[in-house]
């Protein structure tokens, strides 16, 4: 201390620089005597290798006491949490809450109970009195786990306050509790397929939930320093409202139209945040056993499905943003267009020669598979990439599923795939590309987190041009004044959209009689704000559907039901006078979004 | 007694012993002797001995004998050291290998003979007297390179490894191994033997991991921590956290209750647990003293095998407590190794006291011209023409 303080401060400044470098300097040469080449003075070499030696253990020694100060310096209470991190006790997760700041997933304290058998005394003892308080436990297994040689086993995980208070009293040593946080859903089945699911030691094991735990939360359990207090929530963009009345409907409309399977979400088209999303048959949260039914899939993020004529809606952007193709050109759709033994018809046939919202509103198989092949293979390859169709959508839930893509594209498959047949891709990813039709041409990732115009603005892609979109919307309020989406024409909220029924794979055949339809609507058409893609999966003709079983008659109306229900939650009221469609096209200063 | 005035044995002894290190040896002793206290009465009454002080008592009967065996083989001079232990090395090696047919069987492994109602651990007397012979013989090819002191060195290690791998005693295979192969490399073995060797190693382990279960287990476990019960281990890291810096007290800790061989591998997680961090660290800071030491006095030694013994038995005493220390630490797989003078165990203190004591002899400060008469007796070249004593 004295030397050091003797010295002046300058002088100390230049011997520490001075320092690594001569330590450097000094290593190097013991190295290059260690391993000198040639055969060296053996005197020399020993010396220099012992030298080695006494850094390396030099540097061990260094590890073991860094080690040691740094359990010494483990915050206090880290000794229980290191029992609870290698055991894998269920440990605190952040709540996850809805848009609003209701809770989706919380955690609820409960006691579990563990025995340590190398601590116990009387197995004989133990087993009689836990199983007098908790009747279903198995006693032989019970003794049998209680007599082997273990430090700690679980006995049951959460048991009530009155069975703990009992088992205490009965004061058996080497029997424990300790309180573990379980995960609990409020909302049931709200959600639950975004919310996924955490395991008994309420680790994340699908969804959000497992999104949260890949997020550096398990990182922090492991590291034992996740604990009781409270954590920042973790704010999805799902509205618990909106999820409610989307579920609802669906719920109603499979039932109605005696559906298999009934799904769909609602987008702020200006941000990409999905405000809710539903896929039925679902489950409780509360109960994750039944999320791997196969049947309980998520069928908009891990199910891929051809589209139908949604995929339409599509080709037509493609088409109008071109410039080969304007609002006033016309196709020819008379007769069939044959490609070898495959033979393109429309099913609203019409067999004349169309104008192109004609082709839209008729939903023409042929007119459209000719807009595409017009433009060429490569284009319409290059523009469903660029719309990303083609490559996995990922999104904050681990579960995801790759579009199914041909794997040689020749001119039959651009016609298929321009009115929705050959690819089959994610029902969220379709949801993308069409927001991008209609919020001015901008493709934003879908979150499930809450996100802001200028965040998704800074994400966002262009894929048309604003005229385009402007072009589009026009095309979608008018086929919800004129076409085949008239059921979604609720008064006062000026929707648009555009129906999809794809006849289903069935035994490598296209059946005519078993159809996924879609619907995806977008309100209001001036301004739009939000997406809602309904998804029936073989609806049957019902009472009022006059034999019919399209997309029109069963995922349209649900659409416009749940428009009206929900547009006045999001903020949007019901207007007294709309203006027609065409003002759509006069007022391309609206084109972007505002 | 120990005048300067005077020459008489034991100031002579007093005058040129390193009485740092020796120093530091007697205060790993003492510390032995507390933390004896604090981990072993409740190992005592896990297993059924009535008396709590049943482990300090033995530990403090043997470390009588140990001091005495420390005392008189720091006496010895370099050449006696070699003829002892020679005689020491062969005599335990057949011991080694009569656990093999006449040892009880301890959980699989033979490692143990009952000699008049004493078990005896015959490996831990074999490390040292086998150090001595492998440093002597490679002292001998750096000395005389047409002797093939090198080929004999390996033929050596053949002869302790074998019986050691048939017990199967793993522990002290390794570590047998390496302060060989670290006393070959002092011998200026070539570097690309050194990879070799490395190799040699790295693909002995590698088969232990796939042949034998419970070196495989005890990797995986440390790997992957919840691939099996790591029991021993997470109490050893709580022991750690419960201590702190400035540990739970004496007689406070909770840890050691229930602790495994709290009072032999896992002593060093005891002391964590009542005298804190700021213990552990003295203990390791004497350890490394005593290595770092040990190694400059090497460095700075002419005579071959001095330096090689003293190096070798060093590295030997080295290795074991940091080994000792990581597994406590979980900074390695575990592996059964005391912390030397400290952990609890007969054969091994008077093993480590037979050691040491060679130690504290080959670190004796001797006359230059003592050195360089043994060097010319011994007909050596070294690299400098060498002055002809005065």
Redesign the interface.
Known sequence: MSIVSSLSAPAIGRGLLRLPHALLRGLLAIVRAA?GRG?P???????A???L??IV??G??L???G???M????PEG??AR??VA?D?VASARPDIVDRNGLVLATDVKSASLYGEP??LIDVDEAVEALTAVLPDLDANELRQRLSTD???IWLKRDITPQQQREIHNLGLPGIGFMTENRRIYPGGTLGAHVLGSTNIDNQGIAGIEKWVDTRGLSDLHLAGFATDRQQEPVELALDLRVQHVLRDELFAAKEKFKAIAAAGTVVDVRTGEIVAMASLPDFDANDPARSLDPKNLNRLTTGVFEMGSTFKALTFAMALDSGRFNINSTLDARGALSFGRFKISDYHAENRVLTLPEVFLFSSNIGTAKMALSLGVDAHKAFLAKAGQLDRLRTELPESAMPIVPKRWGEVNTATIAFGHGLAVAPLQAVMAVNALVNGGYLIPPTFLKRTREEAMALGTPIIKPETSAKMRYLLRLNAEKGSAKKVNVPGFYAGGKTGTAEKVINGRYSKTRLLTTFTGVFPMDNPQYLVLVMLDEPQPVEGTYGFATAGWNAAPTTGKIISRIAPMLGIMPRTDVPPAESLLANTTLARVQ | MISRAERTVVGEWWWTIDRLLLGALAALMIIGIVLALAASPPVAARIGIPDPFHFVNRQVMFLVPALIILLATSFLSPRNIRRIALVLFLFFLALVCATLVIGPEVKGARRWLNIASVTVQPSEFLKPSFVIIAAWLFSESVRRPEMPGQFLAIGLLGMVVTPLVMQPDFGQTMLVSLVWGSLFFLAGLRIVWVVGLAGIGASGLFIAYKTVPHVTQRIDRFMNPDSGDTYQIDLSINSFLNGGWLGQGPGEGSFKKVLPDGHTDFIFAVAGEEFGAVLCLMIASLFAFIVLRALSRALNDEDPFVRFATAGLAMLFGLQSCINMMVNLHMMPAKGMTLPFVSYGGSSLLSLAYGMGMLLALTRRRPRTATLAELERLGTRLGAPMPRPA
């Open positions: 391993f055969r003075e053996p005197h020399a070499v020993a010396r290798r012992i030298v030696c006494m253990f030099g061990v020694y590890a073991i006491g080690r040691l100060a359990l010494a310096s483990a880290a000794v290191r029992i290698t894998a190398r601590r273990r430090g700690f």
